[in-house]
């Protein structure tokens, strides 16, 4: 089946690291993706990873991604306040000439002063 | 330089009517997608395109009818609004089986 979980709500103090943690069901993926949603605002791709690797760094961005165990993590170092947003991780599902997005339901990250 | 770029933004309507969402992207990309966020952030893939032929329609009411002009345009028509269409519909574009942006989406309010 196509499921994609993550926890609802993390909330950290400003200069900590925030670590945002997926489960995906599809081991066919062949991306996987962090979008950020901001309240009132469209969906910004923050990163992604392609299947066959274990991390990547982007700036204050770190994915790591652990296949056998289908677990995706995102880790944000000195989380600023500018970072409170929804997180939402997505599978890439192959569907014919084209894929789709599998989205998980969000994380809501709180930044406190 | 708008890369996805979705009119109108906000659309109010009664019941029963019907309406259009227009996409429009200018990165050069074959593949566009219609994505629905309902009231609980949930979201969900409703149709996709390549080059202007439909490849993926899922489950949606046939009362939702996409319609592609050309590559860089992805229109969504529905027909006999319910209250339960209300949600925030995003347009997407991507190379084939490629990084997928979102345009800004439309946030649509049936009364």
């Known amino acids: 089946g196509e499921d994609v979980e993550q926890s609802l709500f993390l909330s950290v103090r400003e200069g900590d690291s925030s670590v945002i943690n997926c489960t995906y069901t599809?081991?066919?993926?062949?991306?996987l993706y962090w979008y950020k949603q901001e309240p009132g605002a469209g969906l910004q791709l923050l990163t992604y990873?392609?299947?066959?690797?274990d991390m990547k760094q982007d700036q204050r961005l770190t994915v790591l991604l652990n296949k056998k165990d289908k677990h995706l993590s995102l880790r944000i170092a000195d989380t600023q306040t500018g970072d409170s947003a929804i997180y939402f991780c997505a599978e890439s599902i192959q569907g014919g000439a084209t894929n789709k997005l599998i989205f998980g339901t969000g994380t809501l990250l709180a930044v406190q002063p | 330089d708008t890369a996805v770029s979705q009119t109108p933004k906000y659309l109010v309507t009664q019941m029963g009517n019907d309406k259009s969402i227009k996409c429009e992207q200018n990165?050069?990309?074959?593949?566009m997608y219609w994505y629905k966020q309902d009231s609980k952030k949930f979201l969900k893939i409703m149709f996709s395109y390549n080059n202007k032929e439909l490849i993926i329609n899922e489950t949606v009411p046939n009362r939702f009818s996409p319609k592609s002009p050309d590559k860089a345009h992805l229109n969504l028509h529905i027909n006999s609004l319910e209250l339960g269409d209300s949600a925030v519909y995003f347009c997407?574009?991507?190379?084939?089986?490629?990084?997928?942006?979102f345009g800004p989406g439309t946030r649509l309010t049936v009364t």
């Open positions: 599809d081991s066919s993926s062949t991306y």
């Open positions: 990165l050069g990309h074959d593949t």
């Open positions: 990873i392609f299947s066959n690797m």
């Open positions: 997407a574009s991507s190379h084939p089986a490629g990084l997928q942006y």
